[in-house]
């Protein structure tokens, strides 16, 4: 009964969640202990998971499509693996790094909702489901934005939250709208019943409505205002998430699962997203190479690599999906990698400004360690892993024959490449300033997650070709074969 | 047909007021407006003329029941998507405190300290 | 101790609004509290059901606060305890969802249903609810508190 461990992976973060919010009234600090044991279980239990053959699981005994259904697909997995490590590691780091903050078990019961969301999200089976995990997920990260309110936290997270809302409004539009044309919500239903979208006008509408919401929670422009504000505001734990995780889960992985299983991937739109990629690749970059702000300079980068992983998706082929959801799985890891270095600056020298930074090799080395490996690997230079993606994504390009979108992608590695030598320029090397003669390394739990990231990053540019075949291949199957996810839910044909 | 063009109309309104006015309470009342109107939306699609509610009572025949009471699970859907509506406006009430008593203000155009 | 504090808030003549309000407001919150509970108990069979029969025992509390004062309300459920049912009703609800999975699916209905139409039907439906409405009555009321409570402190602040 491997199948079991499907609810939990939703279940056991929100019961942990609760368990942190009632004892956390008469014991403060139960967040720290129990917060990384429930990351832990759900960590090994998307390890079980990814040994499981692809399956369904009913909630409460009734069949889909009148009840409720996960479904565990390639896709499904890689995500799981993803969200559960990023979100394992960040929590690890939290453990020191909320320890200043008062209210620490309201931070651990948040962010666990927001893990046990994005798992929902995953693995939801139906599109109603899919909106309540991401609204999950969603308030969670809303409230752990302003989580340190102060001025301009809050600032950041009212943008956010109200960009958020009107997302998630527009999702449940083209939810009713899907709803109107279908009679049913169930995803695999919703594919038998919808034949080709491009002949059904509200189809085509509801399409558009969704790639409206699920865009701008991925942060594509131009639906991006939201999110350099949103994710350097946020202590770094939670930008890490952020930036790491929860525009993957809620908006590409959305995104992903709407287009190609719901609808058939028509062509028209799978162009869209390919330009909504494009553009956001180019604007992300040069919106970045002005930043002196480290985290902020972070929260553009993203936008940037998210419109890799868009233009990888976009193109269609079997080539580009599987160099897109490797994009995805590197950007989370080096720029929660990078997200969590800026943190341990920030917590050492007091500022993210990169002008009163100089010189921290010496001082802060395990720091400075994790901050080149994730450097290194967003510019794409081998042998770190975004060098690989990046190559694949520019080749599948050029295979099918989206030569301007080539050599976009191309001009903007090297920008990326210009921006990271900036960083390391005005962070690591030069003179020590005088203020910073005392500073010491950040404790062992924040070291650990940083190393450990940095060692990943590392790992799977070496292996990227085992990591291929073992992962992003079946995702992509799962991705391309809607019959098989139709039949596999509603058990028609075998 | 009238319906729905009064709900986008609703609709419209909503996005109106969250777009052009500035003081944030304002704001938060056109983000209700929105939801609300898309919650009118999924009720009216699962709505039948003249159909009845949909809760059978003792003697009734399901089959004949089925053919007359509107659709259900809409409004299952709406009461789940008002209850994330009233989490949303909870958080934006405490978000509008917070920012009132650090900015000292209600009018968003004031409240801009992040640049770039 | 805890009565003849309430007693003696109750009698304050310059807590709360006036006495035409207060004596309306002490008949009918219990009434209010009656209705909210029988619309959770009865949600399976009728229209309602936790969260509806949640936010009428909300509205109870809400309209004592509002009727005699904030200070009584906080003696008869301190926002503490609001806190604390909050999240007992949401870790009932957590808890059948995996007493189920011990029958096989989580949240399986692993009750007797009952006869259809009587009060004791529907296996572990009606818990749900009752969970449901602990949740959201302790929940809306929790907030109400909470943005009261600071808003005060925000205004008294500026003075």
Redesign the interface.
Not at chain 3, 104 to 109: A, K, W
């Given at each position: 009964m491997g199948n079991i461990a499907m609810p939990l992976t939703v279940a056991i973060p929100m019961l942990f969640a609760v368990l942190i919010l009632v004892t956390g009234k008469f014991w403060r600090g139960v967040g720290s202990y129990l917060g990384p044991l429930a990351a832990f279980i759900i960590l090994y239990l998307s390890f079980v998971l990814l040994g499981v053959k692809d399956t369904t699981y009913i909630m409460g005994g009734w069949i889909p499509p009148i009840g409720i259904v996960m479904v565990l697909d390639g896709l499904s997995k890689l995500m799981l693996i993803i969200i559960n490590g990023i979100a394992f590691f960040s929590i690890i780091y939290a453990i020191s790094y909320m320890s200043k903050y008062t209210a620490q078990f309201k931070f651990y019961a948040l962010f666990l909702l927001m893990v046990a969301g994005m798992n929902g999200v995953v693995l939801s089976g139906d599109l109603f489901n899919l909106f309540v995990f991401l609204e999950i997920a969603s308030l969670a990260s809303y409230a752990l934005v302003g989580f340190g309110v102060e001025s301009e936290e809050l600032e950041a997270g009212f943008k956010y939250l109200i960009l958020g809302s009107v997302a998630s409004i527009v999702i449940l539009f083209a939810i009713a709208v899907v709803y109107n044309i279908t009679g049913t919500v169930n995803m695999a239903d919703v594919a038998n019943t919808i034949g080709n979208p491009m002949l059904n006008k509200a189809v085509i509408f509801a399409l558009g409505l969704f790639i409206f919401g699920f865009s701008l929670k991925a942060g594509l422009v131009p639906f991006h205002a939201w999110l350099p504000d949103a994710h350097p505001s946020a202590p770094a734990p939670v930008s890490a998430m952020l930036s790491g995780v929860l525009i993957k889960a809620l908006g590409i992985y959305a995104l992903i699962r709407v287009t190609f299983s719901v609808m058939g991937a028509p062509t028209e739109i799978l162009s869209i997203i390919m330009w909504l990629g494009v553009v956001s690749t180019l604007v992300g970059v040069l919106l970045a190479l002005g930043q002196y702000d480290l985290k902020r300079l972070l929260a553009y980068h993203s936008i940037s690599q998210m419109g890799y992983v868009a233009l990888g998706i976009g193109l269609g082929t079997p080539e580009g999906i599987a160099a897109g959801l490797f994009h995805m799985f590197n950007h989370a890891t080096f720029k929660s990698l990078l997200f969590l270095d800026a943190g341990s600056f920030e917590q050492s020298t007091g500022t993210r400004d990169l002008r009163q930074m100089g010189g921290l090799m010496k001082k802060l080395p395990i720091t400075s360690i994790g901050t080149l490996a994730g450097s290194v690997s967003i510019s794409g230079l081998p042998p770190f892993n975004g060098f690989w993606s990046k190559i694949l994504i520019i080749a599948a390009a050029l295979a099918s024959k989206q030569y301007l979108a080539a050599a976009i992608a191309t001009f903007v590695a090297f920008g990326t490449l210009a921006s990271f030598v900036k960083v390391m320029r005005f962070s690591l090397i030069g003179p020590l300033p005088k203020i910073y003669q005392n500073l010491k390394e950040s404790p062992f739990s924040m070291t650990f997650s940083l190393l450990a990231l940095s060692i990943i990053c590392l790992i799977s540019g070496l292996f990227y070709i085992f990591l291929m075949d073992s992962l992003f291949y079946p995702a992509t199957n799962a991705i391309l074969k809607q019959s098989a996810y139709i039949s596999m839910v509603l058990g028609i044909g075998g | 047909m009238l319906l729905y063009i009064l709900n986008m109309l609703v609709f419209g309104l909503g996005l109106y007021c969250l777009i052009a006015k500035r003081h944030i309470i304002k704001k938060i009342i056109g983000m209700v407006i929105i939801e609300y109107s898309v919650n009118l939306f999924l009720i009216l699609v699962g709505y039948r003329i003249n159909g009845i509610a949909p809760i059978l009572s003792p003697g009734e025949n399901p089959i004949v029941f089925s053919q007359v009471a509107v659709d259900p699970l809409p409004q299952a859907l709406v009461l789940t998507s008002i209850v994330i509506g009233l989490g949303t406006l909870a958080l934006m009430a405490a978000y509008s405190i917070k920012l009132y008593e650090k900015y000292r203000t209600f009018d968003m155009s004031e409240i801009n300290r992040l640049k770039g | 101790m805890k009565k003849e504090k309430i007693k003696e808030l109750i009698e304050d003549p310059n807590l709360g609004m006036t006495l035409i309000v207060k004596t309306v407001a002490r008949i009918t919150i219990a009434l209010i509290l009656l209705y909210g509970f029988y619309i959770i108990i009865y949600g399976h069979l009728?229209?309602g059901g936790g969260?509806a029969g949640g936010v009428i025992l909300a509205i109870a509390y809400t309209l004592m606060m509002l009727a005699f004062s904030r200070r009584i309300a906080l003696v008869k459920l301190s926002d503490?305890w609001a806190?604390?049912w909050d999240?007992?009703g949401?870790?009932a609800f957590?808890v059948i969802?995996?007493v189920?999975?011990g029958f096989?699916?989580?949240?399986?209905?692993f009750l007797s249903k009952g006869k259809?139409?009587s009060l004791i039907s529907a296996g572990i439906i009606p818990l749900l609810n009752l969970s449901i409405g602990i949740k959201i009555g302790a929940a809306?009321y929790a907030?109400f508190i909470?943005?009261s409570i600071?808003?005060r402190l925000?205004l008294e602040?500026?003075e």
């Open positions: - | - | 009728t229209p969260f503490f806190s604390i999240n007992i949401m870790l957590i969802g995996f189920g999975l096989g699916y989580f949240l399986f209905n259809p139409f809306l907030i909470g943005l600071y808003g925000v602040e500026e």
